[in-house]
């Protein structure tokens, strides 16, 4: 085997490997938002699912997010965006990740598309705490 074939059939397999990762997380997102649409998330909130709310009583700047994917799965809009506005946009952002990640890997580009991933999250931190602390002086947080 010369050099440039071992060379095509490593390339080969890193594609065929990158599809299959973007498959799996296709399919791990469905599975996970068709588990929590049939779960009683969005119901009992005497029963949180935080750590830190069950162990000091303090509401997160995520306070809320679970129960609000759950009515957003469940085609409650307005009391979802009630429970936390970051859900919609949280849900909107990840899909587009994931498309944009298929359209590479379809157009088999070279460039990179995870550059972008840090400052991402480091304005969703920042919103994240910019919604907290309004919440927190309008006393708005979910119970």
């Given at each position: 085997m010369t050099m440039a074939r071992a060379v095509e059939t490593a390339r080969f397999g890193r594609a065929r490997i990158a599809r299959?990762?973007?498959?799996?997380?296709?399919?791990?997102a469905m599975a996970g938002?068709?588990?929590l649409r049939a779960s009683a998330a969005a119901g009992d909130p005497s029963h949180p699912?935080?750590?830190l709310r069950t162990v000091t009583g303090l509401a997160c700047p995520t306070?809320?997010?679970t129960r609000a994917a759950a009515?957003?799965?469940?085609g409650e809009w307005r009391?979802?965006?009630?429970?936390?506005p970051m859900a919609a946009a949280l849900a909107v952002q990840l899909a587009a990740g994931w498309m944009a990640w298929g359209v590479a890997l379809a157009r088999r580009s070279r460039e990179r598309i995870d550059r972008w991933i840090?400052?991402?999250?480091?304005?969703?931190?920042a919103a994240f705490l910019a919604i907290w602390i309004?919440?927190?002086?309008t006393g708005t947080l979910p119970r």
């Open positions: 299959l990762a973007w498959a799996a997380c296709g399919a791990a938002a068709l588990t699912l935080c750590l306070c809320g997010l009515l957003l799965l469940a009391a979802s965006l009630a429970m936390h840090p400052h991402a999250i480091a304005v969703e931190a309004l919440r927190l002086a």
